[in-house]
């Protein structure tokens, strides 16, 4: 079950963290796994360790927000199955403190990013007939977060694109689903504690895991796993969702 042999993948933002897991797992199912990254580097070193376990991928340094540049490796890449669109970046700030250029910046990788890469990969798989198209929400989409007003938008936006391309490719056998994972140990999370509570790491990190009603933060591999399911044939069924994969967040969090 849940096998992508033979199928070619993009994944955008794959160089550390989620999207690196979900290279990683979907390259041992066989895809040809396609890693669309800013930094070269950590995507080179992505792709390297999976070819040296048997699996197959490639590195492609793009930046999301560029449509010029994105529709090239598209171009590059041809015959497409399935396309992740994990790439994105955070913001701390309300309504009032988030500037322009924090709003704008966001929008560019998160939104127009995701759009960039749902408009190039299209035509790729209409002449597939058939594809499978993930984008990576946020419970910051369906709940109010505190202090994530840039971001929150931007995985609004995401949400609503889900549904429109769900509604629109249903005839083209292209489906469209979305996940929105709550907070998930990533070398970002660990970053973040250590420029803005220095010295009491030990203690956020503990303060945010339990702000969970599981009392942990997701793990990579486990984000992975269902974006495998979603993009495999056995969720042939499933489009125009959402999958809060959240520890209880969402629904339990009084």
């Not at 913001?91 to 988030?98: K, L, Y």
């Amino acid at each position: 079950m849940f096998s992508l042999k033979s199928k070619s993948a993009v994944i955008t933002g794959a160089g550390s963290g989620i999207g690196k897991a979900m290279a990683e797992l979907f390259a041992k199912q066989g895809a040809l796994v396609h890693i669309i990254e800013f930094n070269l580097e950590a995507a080179e070193k992505v792709v390297a360790e999976i070819n040296s376990t048997g699996g197959s991928a490639k590195a492609h340094c793009c930046d999301v927000s560029d449509q010029t540049a994105m529709t090239k490796v598209f171009d590059s890449i041809g015959a497409l199955d399935i396309l992740v669109n994990n790439a994105g970046i955070a913001h701390v700030g309300n309504a009032e403190n988030t500037y322009t250029e924090d709003f704008e910046k966001i929008f560019r990788v998160n939104v127009q990013g995701a759009y960039n890469a749902i408009h190039c990969a299209i035509p790729l798989m209409k002449k597939n007939k058939k594809g499978v198209i993930l984008n990576m929400a946020s419970i910051a989409a369906i709940v109010g977060l505190p202090d994530r007003f840039a971001y929150s938008m931007s995985k609004g936006a995401i949400y609503a694109m889900t549904l429109s391309v769900a509604r629109d490719y249903l005839s083209e056998n292209i489906r469209c689903n979305s996940i929105s994972p709550a907070r998930v140990h990533t070398p970002f999370v660990d970053g973040f504690i250590a420029k803005n509570y220095a010295g009491r790491e030990d203690e956020m990190f503990e303060n945010l895991s339990k702000s969970q009603p599981i009392g942990r933060m997701g793990n990579v591999e486990e984000i992975a796993a269902l974006a495998l399911y979603l993009c495999s044939d056995e969720a042939g069924f499933i489009t125009g969702n959402d999958y809060p994969i959240d520890g209880g967040f969402i629904k339990l969090n009084n």
